[in-house]
């Protein structure tokens, strides 16, 4: 009998962490409903016009589109995202200028490629791409989190042939540094990477329908939103952009995300590259940003040559996001600046 009462029991256990997880969760996200309810919304972008034939060097069809009128601004989204993040950015920057928005591959509209390489320096082929097909003659470029990996791999490999039409780099919630430097838990994933770490992902590397569905699922609940609120942001945050955020997460096919991911713990930079960095470059962080954290924003900036950094109290790895209106404000000067130079 004592031996029935104690499996019972040893049993029960997760079954009670798991209701008090979810319990917890709902409750959570119920504050930040409650919170947000009535506040104001920035105005979104309106419709883009798309552009059709793009492809990266690797055939890869890639989607761009682009709004407004002058200088051209070219965003770059980050990881599991595609430029609808970019939507308060692209309704403000495009009074201004002319807004290009990509989604990288793998992502949004854009094919997935058919040799399945994700890598940064295939997403810096993807962005080479975008620029020939628009040919500015002046242009900024601004990347959040992978984004901002793909705009410094592309520094790296192809800016020389952009020589004087560059005239600005913008990098949000992103690193010049190895993913584990800023990532929460980085020691443990340093080493759990290669080994044991790789063949799990190369697991998810093909369509697996069952883990689909699972993850599918955890994206919808309760707890999928917890996870998305304590990953991308900061404190007191909208449960609008929450929501928002993990759609857009949900949206990429877990084989995506498990070659994607690949790409972020493989990426590395030349050091040189950053010294060559000839052009004003904005570094924007967020305190409690958990992925690319405030030190590695600070050690970005220093290892490049005319930088400057911002860091938001209390924000996250989403401050695009997070507060909108003062990242606006902050890109608006900086591009204004670089092309009035």
């Known amino acids: 009998m004592?031996?029935?009462?104690?499996?019972?029991?040893?049993?029960?256990?997760?079954?009670?962490?798991?209701?008090?997880?979810?319990?917890?969760?709902?409750?959570?996200?119920?504050?930040?409903?409650?919170?947000s309810a009535g506040t104001g919304e920035l105005k979104e972008s309106t419709a883009f016009t798309p552009r059709g034939d793009v492809t990266s060097a690797d055939g890869t069809r890639i989607h761009a589109e682009h709004g407004g009128e002058g200088p051209a601004v070219f965003l770059v989204h980050g990881f599991t995202c595609d430029n609808s993040i970019w939507r308060y950015q692209k309704a403000f920057l495009s009074r201004r200028f002319r807004v290009v928005a990509m989604d990288l591959r793998g992502h949004g509209r854009s094919g997935i490629p058919k040799n399945g390489d994700h890598s940064v320096e295939r997403l810096a082929e993807d962005l080479q791409a975008v620029l020939e097909a628009y040919g500015p003659k002046e242009f900024v470029l601004v990347g959040h989190s992978m984004g901002g990996f793909t705009i410094l791999k592309w520094q790296e490999r192809f800016a020389g042939g952009w020589h004087g039409r560059l005239k600005g780099i913008a990098l949000i919630n992103t690193s010049a540094l190895p993913l584990w430097e800023g990532i929460i838990l980085g020691r443990a994933l340093r080493l759990l990477y290669p080994l044991p770490l790789s063949p799990v992902i190369s697991f998810f590397e093909v369509p697996r329908p069952v883990a689909q569905k699972a993850v599918d699922a955890f994206w919808g609940s309760d707890l999928g939103y917890l996870f998305m609120r304590y990953i991308a942001f900061g404190k007191r945050p909208?449960?609008?952009?929450?929501?928002?955020?993990?759609?857009?997460?949900?949206?990429?096919?877990?084989?995506?995300?498990?070659?994607?991911?690949?790409?972020?713990?493989?990426?590395?930079?030349?050091?040189?590259?950053?010294?060559?960095?000839?052009?004003?470059?904005?570094?924007?962080?967020?305190?409690?940003?958990?992925?690319?954290?405030?030190?590695?924003?600070?050690?970005?900036?220093?290892?490049?040559?005319?930088?400057?950094?911002?860091?938001?109290?209390?924000?996250?790895?989403?401050?695009?996001?997070?507060?909108?209106?003062?990242?606006?404000?902050?890109?608006?000067?900086?591009?204004?600046?670089?092309?009035?130079?």
């Open 2 to 35: 004592e031996r029935k009462f104690a499996l019972a029991l040893w049993l029960s256990v997760p079954a009670l962490t798991a209701a008090s997880l979810w319990g917890t969760a709902r409750w959570i996200r119920h504050l930040d409903e409650k919170r």
């Open 238 to 341: 909208s449960a609008r952009e929450v929501d928002f955020q993990r759609r857009l997460t949900a949206s990429t096919p877990l084989f995506c995300f498990a070659r994607s991911a690949r790409a972020c713990l493989e990426y590395r930079l030349d050091p040189s590259s950053l010294k060559n960095i000839d052009v004003p470059v904005l570094v924007v962080g967020g305190t409690e940003d958990r992925l690319t954290g405030a030190r590695v924003a600070r050690r970005t900036a220093e290892l490049i040559p005319h930088s400057r950094l911002v860091i938001y109290n209390e924000k996250g790895h989403d401050t695009l996001l997070e507060c909108p209106e003062e990242v606006n404000r902050e890109l608006d000067a900086f591009i204004s600046e670089c092309l009035s130079k």
